[in-house]
């Protein structure tokens, strides 16, 4: 059996989901032959699926929302991209439809959720499978004037396939298919270096993790220094300019190459960041703290907030909260309104996506 993933290539929480799912195959069906189609980085996708023998196709499925920066979408960039992938699109299917054909195995095509993936599924006959809490017509549909005919073509997409399984802090995705119900998708984390782990365990400051992303956010360092109880963790920024200026600070560690965030969310008491799904699953599944930075231009992040309230200890702030240091680390976080949920996300997908495969090679 062959799995085929057209992940979103608009951020890294896409991949970090898929990433969790694909784990969850590898680790109940060995046999099955698993593929990971993204334009992620191979670098950053082998870090999240710590397998070597889930196979990785670079493909760009989808842009989603072309980002200002981390906490801003450009739409007349997002227009431009769309067309430019469209004149693609052809070419790519065509080209991974011989390939997985060419495999000789039965096929399953997983959407998250690049519209697409009904192409590649319709090209090689197969059953498709849309995996998400939103879709990019709930995303468009808001800028209105060209991204009306862009909401309405992904919904056409969207209303094709065999099931939907359907995350947490979703939109309506009224898409008039067979649904399941997931739990928090995410996947576990990871031992850290003995020497890492050891820094941070004789720590005696409280430990925060800040983060917004594979675009990141250039904050004033010296906005650390108005938090001296506390020390601060951060993902190491692409740009090594970024990295001279931080590298400095007393109260600062940059995490070294080839760990995740999610591999220091059990040291860390807090996390400040944007709104974003994977971060908040894999948070609100170790009880993390999160303080979170608002955002209004994207329809997701009213789901995500509701979600957040009702399901996780946080606080919200500005962006000029953000900028100016006021991060209220000193004040208790907002106890949520409803239970905890649970985290079994990726292996119920797992499971779903197994049962679905097998029924194809019977």
Same mark, same amino acid.
């Given at each position: 059996?062959?799995?085929?993933?057209?992940?979103?290539?608009?951020?890294?929480?896409?991949?970090?989901?898929?990433?969790?799912?694909?784990?969850?195959?590898?680790?109940?069906?060995?046999?099955?032959?698993?593929? &990971?189609?993204?334009?992620?980085?191979?670098?950053?996708?082998?870090?999240?699926?710590?397998?070597?023998?889930?196979?990785?196709?670079?493909?760009?499925?989808?842009?989603?929302?072309?980002?200002?920066?981390?906490?801003?979408?450009?739409?007349?960039?997002?227009?431009?991209?769309?067309?430019?992938?469209?004149?693609?699109?052809?070419?790519?299917?065509?080209?991974?439809?011989?390939?997985?054909?060419?495999?000789?195995? $039965?096929?399953?095509?997983?959407?998250?959720?690049?519209?697409?993936?009904?192409?590649?599924?319709?090209?090689?006959?197969? $059953?498709?499978?849309?995996?998400?809490?939103?879709?990019?017509?709930?995303?468009?549909?808001?800028?209105?004037?060209?991204?009306?005919?862009?909401?309405?073509?992904?919904?056409?997409?969207?209303?094709?396939?065999?099931?939907?399984?359907?995350?947490?802090?979703?939109? /309506? &995705?009224?898409?008039?298919?067979?649904?399941?119900?997931?739990?928090?998708?995410?996947?576990?984390?990871?031992?850290?270096?003995?020497?890492?782990?050891?820094?941070?365990?004789?720590?005696?400051?409280?430990?925060?993790?800040?983060?917004?992303?594979?675009?990141?956010?250039?904050?004033?360092?010296?906005?650390?220094?108005?938090?001296?109880?506390?020390?601060?963790?951060?993902?190491?920024?692409?740009?090594?300019?970024?990295?001279?200026?931080?590298?400095?600070?007393?109260?600062?560690?940059?995490?070294?190459?080839?760990?995740?965030?999610?591999?220091?969310?059990?040291?860390?008491?807090?996390?400040?960041?944007?709104?974003?799904?994977?971060?908040?699953?894999?948070?609100?599944?170790?009880?993390?703290?999160?303080?979170?930075?608002?955002?209004?231009?994207?329809?997701?992040?009213?789901?995500?907030?509701?979600?957040?309230?009702?399901?996780?200890?946080?606080?919200?702030?500005?962006?000029?909260?953000?900028?100016?240091?006021?991060?209220?680390?000193?004040?208790?976080?907002?106890? $949520?309104?409803?239970? $905890?949920? /649970?985290?079994?996300?990726?292996?119920?997908?797992?499971?779903?996506?197994?049962?679905?495969?097998?029924?194809?090679?019977?």
């Amino acid at each position: 059996m062959l799995i085929y993933v057209c992940s979103s290539s608009h951020g890294f929480g896409h991949a970090a989901r898929d990433a969790a799912v694909l784990q969850q195959l590898r680790r109940l069906r060995p046999d099955w032959r698993l593929v &990971m189609s993204s334009q992620v980085s191979p670098g950053f996708l082998s870090l999240l699926l710590g397998d070597e023998h889930i196979e990785q196709r670079p493909c760009r499925w989808d842009v989603g929302m072309v980002q200002a920066d981390a906490l801003g979408s450009d739409p007349s960039a997002t227009l431009i991209a769309l067309a430019e992938l469209d004149a693609r699109l052809p070419q790519q299917v065509q080209a991974e439809a011989s390939w997985i054909r060419e495999q000789g195995r $039965p096929v399953l095509i997983l959407g998250d959720i690049p519209p697409a993936a009904a192409q590649l599924a319709e090209a090689v006959d197969a $059953p498709l499978v849309w995996m998400s809490n939103f879709g990019w017509d709930e995303i468009y549909r808001p800028f209105g004037g060209a991204f009306e005919l862009m909401a309405e073509r992904a919904l056409e997409s969207y209303r094709c396939g065999q099931l939907l399984l359907r995350c947490p802090f979703d939109l /309506a &995705m009224d898409w008039g298919l067979p649904e399941q119900r997931l739990d928090l998708v995410c996947s576990s984390p990871r031992p850290l270096p003995i020497v890492l782990q050891q820094t941070l365990e004789a720590l005696d400051q409280l430990i925060i993790q800040v983060g917004f992303g594979g675009m990141g956010l250039d904050l004033d360092p010296q906005l650390f220094a108005h938090w001296p109880d506390h020390h601060f963790l951060m993902a190491c920024p692409p740009d090594p300019n970024t990295s001279a200026r931080l590298a400095g600070i007393a109260n600062l560690t940059l995490l070294p190459d080839g760990i995740r965030p999610l591999d220091a969310f059990p040291f860390c008491e807090r996390h400040i960041g944007k709104p974003g799904f994977s971060t908040f699953s894999e948070a609100l599944s170790l009880e993390l703290g999160l303080h979170v930075v608002e955002r209004r231009d994207f329809a997701e992040v009213s789901a995500l907030m509701q979600g957040l309230i009702r399901h996780g200890h946080h606080r919200l702030l500005s962006r000029d909260q953000l900028t100016s240091g006021d991060w209220q680390l000193d004040r208790p976080l907002v106890p $949520p309104e409803a239970e $905890p949920l /649970a985290a079994d996300g990726a292996l119920q997908a797992a499971e779903q996506l197994i049962q679905l495969g097998e029924s194809l090679c019977n």
